[in-house]
């Protein structure tokens, strides 16, 4: 039987793990807005799951992944999108 949580998680970022895939390798660029819709997505079943830690820990690794992206981007290694 499968746990109403990993319903939850398949059925938000399945779909956007698709497109996000199609529109990488068709146009090799990945849109803003899946990039935000996946993070708001993230946020929102975190913090429906675990409530207000679930949150706190989803904002932190956010800031982690955002960190080591900017510390990338300042040493000229990646890009910083469109």
Known sequence: MLI???VALA???IPLAIAIA???VRYRRIPNKLVLATLIG???LNTVFDGWNGLLVSL???ALAFGLMLSL???ATMGPGT
């Open 4 to 6: 109403p949580r990993t």
């Open 11 to 13: 059925a938000v970022f």
């Open 42 to 44: 993230g946020l929102i």
């Open 60 to 62: 932190g690794g956010s």
């Open 73 to 75: 981007h300042v040493f």
């Open 22 to 24: 199609y529109t990488d």
